[in-house]
């Protein structure tokens, strides 16, 4: 099944997409609550929602498929690190901690895009994508989402999404000297979409060890840019979303993503690794398609300036007023 939020005419409609057509949900449904439902209860719906006769989607907007309740953004790939690393401290080096748990920061769910988007950015002279795929929480019966083991976190998958984690280079190198973020780096845009797949339907895709063996690529003004395998992370996602529930909790309409792929899933990655691909300007064009998923494209806006902010006070250490 696919899960989509759509505008049409002015309106917007939550449903299905199947065989080419929107379908509404039954009962004036919303994504968060099927989500909430979980994948059998969505199945049930959908079985009552394709009597139905949709809009063609080729007539429908399609938003972000959902609105999050919160962004995990893991950074799943060694060959990630390896590149990215090397375009900063000028050697490829995986710190050994990478090794021991699946890193994550959280980023801002209010500045979700929807595929067709024209992504605005800030004022960055080193704008890149990251290729990602995403897990999104749904509902399981009688849990809490809190501190659950790999199996119980499984079923707290209700499908996935293609990620792109925009990211302004400059601005996250300069944040992060200070032990802290990514922050403003980030947080000015996330691509979502098309849609989101049930995890069912990527079933066929798993390899004897879960990780999910499907292809992603990334192009930019139509030339392929990279392109990887998602079951090269270092850890499926069951345990991504396990670790994200230890000593805390998921809620269904969380998104976890899986960190950028490897092989050019950036330009950060292939700037590591000497590529001569300039930064991401207005008018560029980004398409990142996922085998099983979807496809997702965004033309790149202009920069948008923002407000200055002052530089920090040097003043005296007084201890009592």
Same mark, same amino acid.
């Given at each position: 099944?696919?899960? /989509?939020?759509?505008?049409?005419?002015?309106?917007? =409609?939550?449903?299905?997409?199947?065989? &080419?057509?929107?379908? +509404?949900?039954?009962?004036?449904?919303?994504?968060?609550?099927?989500?909430?439902?979980?994948?059998?209860?969505?199945?049930?719906?959908?079985?009552?929602?394709? #009597?139905?006769?949709?809009?063609?989607?080729?007539?429908?907007?399609?938003?972000?498929?959902?609105?999050?309740?919160? *962004?995990?953004?893991?950074?799943?790939?060694?060959?990630?690190?390896?590149?990215?690393?090397?375009?900063?401290?000028?050697?490829? !080096?995986?710190?050994?901690?990478?090794?021991?748990? @699946?890193?994550?920061?959280?980023?801002?769910?209010?500045?979700?895009?929807?595929?067709?988007?024209?992504?605005?950015? @800030?004022?960055?002279?080193?704008?890149?994508?990251?290729?990602?795929?995403? /897990?999104?929480?749904?509902?399981?019966? &009688?849990?809490?989402?809190?501190?659950?083991?790999?199996? /119980?976190? /499984?079923?707290?998958?209700? %499908?996935?999404?293609?990620?792109? !984690?925009?990211?302004?280079?400059?601005? #996250?190198?300069?944040?992060?000297?200070?032990?802290?973020?990514?922050?403003?780096?980030?947080?000015? %845009?996330?691509?979502?979409?098309?849609?989101?797949?049930?995890?069912?339907?990527?079933?066929?895709?798993? !390899?004897?060890? %879960?990780?999910?063996?499907?292809?992603?690529?990334?192009?930019?003004?139509?030339?392929?840019?990279?392109?990887?395998?998602?079951?090269?992370?270092?850890?499926?996602? @069951?345990?991504?979303? $396990?670790?994200?529930?230890?000593?805390?909790?998921?809620?269904?309409?969380?998104?976890?993503?899986? &960190?950028?792929?490897?092989?050019?899933?950036?330009? =950060?990655?292939?700037?590591?690794?000497?590529?001569?691909?300039?930064?991401?300007?207005?008018? !560029?064009?980004?398409?990142?398609?996922?085998?099983?998923? %979807?496809? *997702?494209?965004?033309?790149?806006?202009?920069?948008?300036? $923002? +407000?200055?902010?002052?530089?920090?006070?040097?003043?005296?250490?007084?201890?009592?007023?």
């Amino acid at each position: 099944m696919k899960i /989509a939020r759509w505008d049409h005419e002015g309106a917007t =409609g939550e449903g299905f997409v199947s065989e &080419g057509a929107v379908i +509404p949900f039954p009962d004036a449904l919303t994504v968060a609550e099927v989500l909430r439902g979980g994948v059998a209860a969505a199945r049930s719906l959908f079985e009552r929602a394709r #009597q139905e006769t949709g809009v063609p989607l080729a007539e429908v907007r399609l938003l972000a498929p959902l609105v999050p309740t919160t *962004i995990r953004d893991f950074v799943a790939f060694e060959e990630h690190v390896e590149g990215v690393s090397a375009g900063v401290e000028g050697k490829s !080096d995986v710190p050994a901690e990478w090794h021991e748990a @699946p890193t994550f920061y959280f980023t801002n769910p209010h500045t979700v895009r929807a595929t067709g988007d024209v992504v605005a950015v @800030p004022e960055t002279r080193r704008l890149d994508f990251e290729l990602e795929l995403a /897990a999104v929480i749904g509902g399981v019966d &009688g849990s809490t989402g809190e501190n659950l083991d790999v199996d /119980a976190a /499984a079923s707290h998958i209700f %499908g996935y999404t293609v990620m792109n !984690d925009w990211s302004a280079r400059d601005l #996250q190198a300069r944040e992060m000297k200070v032990r802290l973020g990514p922050a403003k780096g980030k947080d000015f %845009g996330m691509t979502l979409g098309p849609w989101i797949v049930t995890a069912d339907e990527l079933d066929p895709y798993l !390899d004897g060890e %879960g990780f999910l063996a499907v292809r992603a690529e990334v192009y930019v003004n139509g030339a392929l840019v990279g392109e990887d395998l998602v079951s090269n992370m270092g850890w499926p996602f @069951p345990e991504l979303v $396990a670790y994200a529930a230890r000593n805390s909790v998921v809620v269904p309409g969380d998104v976890l993503g899986s &960190g950028t792929v490897g092989n050019g899933g950036c330009l =950060g990655e292939l700037w590591g690794r000497g590529s001569a691909l300039p930064p991401l300007e207005p008018g !560029d064009e980004v398409r990142m398609l996922i085998e099983g998923v %979807g496809e *997702i494209v965004n033309v790149v806006g202009e920069r948008v300036p $923002a +407000p200055a902010i002052p530089r920090a006070r040097t003043r005296p250490r007084l201890r009592h007023r």
